[in-house]
C-alpha cells in the first residue's frame, strides 16, 4: 500500500518514489500545489475507486495524512 | 508488484527507451499503447512530465504554442493536451492566462499572450460567466426581452476579434456555449416567449456569423460535445465549487481531443486517405468462403450495419478523402460483387487505388501511398483482423491503424470518432478529389502513350489561368500552402490571417494558378507569391500540386512571374530552394530556367537570382494561358 501510494504521487509530483517518504508534503515540496493536489486526489480516488468528502481533501496534506485517510477509508468499507 | 503493475513499468520503460534512441514513431506508439492500457490521470501525468523532459531535438516534434484563456480553471486539462499533442507529433507549449483574465489579456498589448507570440489561442468561456442574462438571471431579463443581449454580445465578439487580430495572425477558437442545463421554466421553456435554450441557440448562431467573416476564427463545438456526452456527465459540480474547475475529470480528455482536431487540421496533418480491408469490414463475411450470396450486406442486421458503414465512407469521399482498398482476396470475387450486389453503396469508382491480392498487407499500403503520392501519416487504415493490423503497426508506424471492434453496428463510431478527417476548409477541389485521382490515374496511363514528350503536352491540351489572390480563393490557396510538400521551394506554411495580411499589402504579388486539360478541370493547383523591394521580387512561395507537375507548368509560371516584375519595372527575380525530404522534384527548378546561383548555406539552402529583362524564359506554346489578371 505504501509502495503503491509513493508511486502514485511520483506520477503526479514529478518525483522518484523512492525518494517520498512519510515527510513529504504540500508545503515542502516544489511541484506539489493547489492546482497538482487536485490531481492527486483525483489520481487517488481513480486508483482506489473511491470519493473524497471535501474535508478530507483539506487534510490530505502530507504522504503520512494521504496513507492516514486512504487507509481508514478502506477499513470502513 | 502484481502482474499487471510489472508490464505497466516494462511498457513505461519501453516508452523512454524509444525517446532515449530518439525514434520519433516508435516512441508515440508507445506512449499510444501506454494510454490504451491505462488512461488514467496517473498515466497522463507521467506521459506528460516525460513529454515535456524531452530535449527539443531528440524527437521530430513540431513545436506548437497554444495559449488557453479561460472564465474557470482550465488547467486541468494541460496533461491530456500535451500527451495527445505528442501522439500526433506536435510538442505542445501552453501558456495559461491567469483565471477569469480573458478580456484583459486580449485588450492589453503588452500581455504575455502577445508575448507568447502563440499559434493558437483557445477562448474557452462559460456562457454563463459571459451572457448571465442567459442563464442565471433569464427570469428577470425575461420581461426586457433578449435582443440587447445578443447585439451586445454581437458586438463584444467583434470588438475582441478586432482588437486581438490587430495584434496577433494566430488562430482563435472560441467555445461556443453550452446549453442551459436546467431551464429555469423547466417544460415551458420556450412556450411562453422566447425560451431560455433558444436564447442560447440564438447567440451560438451569432459567434458563427463572427467566425465565417474573419479568417483565422473558428468556433469550438463546445455545445455539441456537451450534447454527446451529456450535461449530468459533462460538469462535475464537487470540482466546480471546490476549484472553480466545473468540467469533470473524465471530460477534459474529450475536450482535448476536440482541440486536437483543430490543431491537426492546422498544422497539416488533417488525414487525406482511407484504406480500407474488405471481408468483415465492408460486408459481413468471408467473400472468399461464403461467396456473393453468403455476404452480410443488405436490410437486415448485420448486413444494414454494414451498409451504414458503407454510406459513411462514401460521406467521406464526398468530402474530399482518397479511398482506397487493400485486401487479401481474388479479384474476380471482388469485381463480381462490386457489379452484381444490389446493396453495394461503394462502387469501383469512388476507389483511386485497388490492392487485391494475397501479399502482405504492409506492401498494399506502400504501394497506395507511392501511386497517390502521398504520406503514410497522411493515411488511415482500417481492418477487422488483430493479426493484420498488429503486423501494419508494427511495419509501418507513421501510419494510423484502427482495429474495427466487434460489433458492425459500432464500426460508424470507431471510423469517425476522432475526426481525424477534418479539415479547416472545403472547396470545391476537396468536393471532387475523388474524380481527380482518378483522372490522374487515367493521365499516367495516356502519358506512357506518347514518344515525344513535346507531342504528349499538346495532346494535353492545358490551359492554365492566372488570378490575384482573392478572398474567395484564399481557403484554397492556405490549403496548398500546408499541403504541398513536394513541388515546393520553400516550404513555407500560411495561416489563413498570415495570408489575409500579405495579400492586403501592395508589395506582395500573390497569384492562384488554375489549371484545365482534356482529363477535365483541376481547380486550383498551384500559387506564386513574391515580394518587391528595391527593384528585386523575392520569390517566398512558388508551388504546385504534385498531380500537375512535370508538364511545364512551372514555367509558364515563371513567365507570368517575369511578366509581372517587368510591369512592376522590377529589374530581377530572385529565388530560393530551402531542400526537404520531400521537395526533390522542386530542387532543380531555378538551374533548369537559366537562375544564377548567388548563395549556398551549409544547411543546403541556395538563392538565385534572374535579370528579367534578359532571361531565357518563354511561355510553352503547348500551354493556352486563357486568364491572366493582374493586380491594380
Excluded at chain 2, 453468403?294 to 442486421?301: F, R, S, T
Excluded at chain 2, 501479399?359 to 504501394?367: G, T
Excluded at chain 2, 469517425?416 to 481527380?436: H, K, M, T, V, Y
Aim: overall charge negative; proline content about 4%.
Amino acid at each position: 500500500m505504501e509502495q503503491r501510494l509513493k508511486e502514485i504521487l511520483g506520477d503526479i509530483l514529478d518525483l522518484d518514489p523512492n525518494s517520498i517518504d512519510g515527510s513529504t508534503s504540500k508545503d515542502s515540496t516544489a511541484s506539489w500545489d493547489s492546482l497538482t493536489h487536485i490531481n492527486l486526489v483525483l489520481a487517488l480516488e481513480q486508483e482506489f475507486q473511491m470519493s473524497f468528502e471535501v474535508t478530507e481533501i483539506e487534510l490530505m496534506l502530507s504522504f503520512d495524512d494521504i496513507l492516514q485517510v486512504v487507509m481508514s477509508r478502506l477499513q470502513s468499507t | 508488484m502484481t502482474p499487471s503493475r510489472q508490464t505497466s513499468s516494462d511498457a513505461r520503460k519501453g516508452f523512454l527507451s524509444c525517446v532515449a534512441a530518439g525514434d520519433t514513431w516508435r516512441a508515440i506508439q508507445a506512449a499510444r499503447a501506454l494510454l490504451k492500457e491505462d488512461p488514467s490521470i496517473r498515466q497522463l501525468s507521467f506521459i506528460r512530465h516525460a513529454v515535456e523532459k524531452i530535449p527539443p531535438e531528440k524527437l521530430s516534434l513540431t513545436h506548437f504554442r497554444v495559449a488557453l484563456l479561460s472564465s474557470f480553471s482550465i488547467e486541468f486539462i494541460h496533461n491530456p493536451l500535451v500527451v495527445y499533442g505528442l501522439l500526433d507529433g506536435l510538442r505542445i507549449e501552453i501558456y495559461q492566462a491567469g483565471f477569469g483574465q480573458f478580456r484583459q489579456e486580449i485588450l492589453n498589448p503588452q500581455s504575455g499572450l502577445y508575448g507568447f507570440a502563440p499559434d493558437v489561442v483557445i477562448l474557452a468561456v462559460e456562457g454563463k460567466d459571459w451572457v448571465p442574462s442567459a442563464y442565471h438571471q433569464y427570469l428577470t431579463k425575461r420581461e426586457s426581452g433578449f435582443d440587447a443581449t445578443i447585439s451586445e454580445l454581437r458586438n463584444n465578439v467583434a470588438d475582441l476579434v478586432r482588437i486581438f487580430r490587430d495584434r496577433s495572425n494566430a488562430t482563435l477558437l472560441i467555445h461556443n456555449f453550452a446549453p442551459p442545463i436546467r431551464p429555469q421554466l423547466g417544460i415551458l421553456d420556450g412556450h411562453v416567449g422566447i425560451g431560455q435554450a433558444e436564447v442560447v441557440q440564438t447567440l451560438n448562431a451569432a459567434l458563427f456569423t463572427a467566425a465565417r467573416v474573419s479568417p483565422g476564427v473558428y468556433v469550438v463545438g463546445y455545445a455539441g460535445l456537451i450534447t454527446r456526452h451529456g450535461s449530468l456527465h459533462w460538469y462535475d459540480e464537487r470540482m466546480e465549487y471546490y476549484a472553480r474547475a466545473p468540467v469533470a475529470q473524465e471530460m477534459l480528455g474529450h475536450l482535448a481531443a476536440e482541440y486536437m482536431k483543430f490543431f491537426r487540421a492546422l498544422t497539416g496533418r488533417t488525414k487525406k486517405c482511407l484504406v480500407v480491408d474488405l471481408d468483415n469490414t465492408l460486408w459481413g463475411g468471408v467473400l472468399g468462403e461464403e461467396g456473393i450470396h453468403g455476404i452480410a450486406l443488405g436490410p437486415n442486421y448485420p448486413g444494414s450495419a454494414y451498409v451504414a458503414f458503407q454510406e459513411e465512407i462514401l460521406n467521406l469521399h464526398k468530402r474530399g478523402v482518397v479511398l482506397a482498398i487493400a485486401s487479401k482476396n481474388n479479384p474476380a470475387d471482388v469485381d463480381e460483387v462490386f457489379e452484381q450486389h444490389r446493396h453495394m453503396v461503394l462502387k469501383q469508382e469512388h476507389f483511386a487505388q485497388v490492392q487485391i491480392h494475397w501479399k502482405p498487407k504492409r506492401e498494399s499500403l506502400v504501394a497506395i501511398a507511392d501511386e497517390l503520392g502521398l504520406g503514410l501519416e497522411h493515411m488511415v487504415f482500417v481492418d477487422d483482423d488483430p493479426v493484420e493490423c498488429q503486423q501494419v503497426v508494427d511495419a509501418l508506424p507513421m501510419l494510423t491503424v484502427k482495429l474495427l471492434p466487434k460489433h458492425p453496428e459500432h464500426f460508424v463510431r470507431a471510423l469517425l470518432d476522432d475526426g481525424l478527417f477534418d479539415a479547416l476548409s472545403f472547396s470545391s477541389e476537396d468536393r471532387r478529389r475523388g474524380e481527380l485521382y482518378r483522372q490522374r490515374t487515367e493521365a499516367k496511363a495516356f502519358r506512357e502513350k506518347y514518344a515525344s514528350l513535346e507531342d504528349f503536352y499538346h495532346d494535353l491540351a492545358m490551359q492554365v489561368s492566372f488570378v490575384p489572390g482573392q478572398m474567395a480563393s484564399l481557403a484554397r490557396a492556405v490549403q496548398l500552402t500546408q499541403k504541398t510538400n513536394q513541388f515546393n521551394v520553400t516550404t513555407i506554411r500560411y495561416s489563413e490571417s498570415e495570408l489575409t495580411a500579405r495579400m492586403a499589402d501592395p508589395d506582395w504579388l500573390i497569384a492562384t494558378v488554375s489549371v484545365r486539360d482534356r482529363f477535365g478541370d483541376h481547380g486550383i493547383v498551384g500559387l506564386m507569391m513574391g515580394q518587391v523591394s528595391g527593384g528585386e521580387m523575392a520569390i517566398d512561395t512558388f508551388l504546385l500540386s504534385c498531380r500537375v507537375i512535370g508538364r511545364t507548368i512551372e514555367t509558364a509560371m515563371l513567365a507570368y512571374l517575369c511578366d509581372e516584375a517587368v510591369r512592376r519595372g522590377v529589374s530581377s527575380l530572385r529565388g530560393r530552394l530551402v531542400p526537404t525530404a520531400k521537395n526533390v522534384p522542386a530542387r532543380d527548378l531555378f538551374e533548369r530556367h537559366a537562375f544564377r546561383k548567388i548563395a549556398e548555406l551549409e544547411s543546403g539552402e541556395t538563392s538565385w537570382v534572374l535579370d528579367v529583362n534578359n532571361s531565357a524564359i518563354c511561355w510553352p506554346k503547348w500551354i493556352q494561358v486563357v486568364e491572366e489578371t493582374h493586380a491594380q
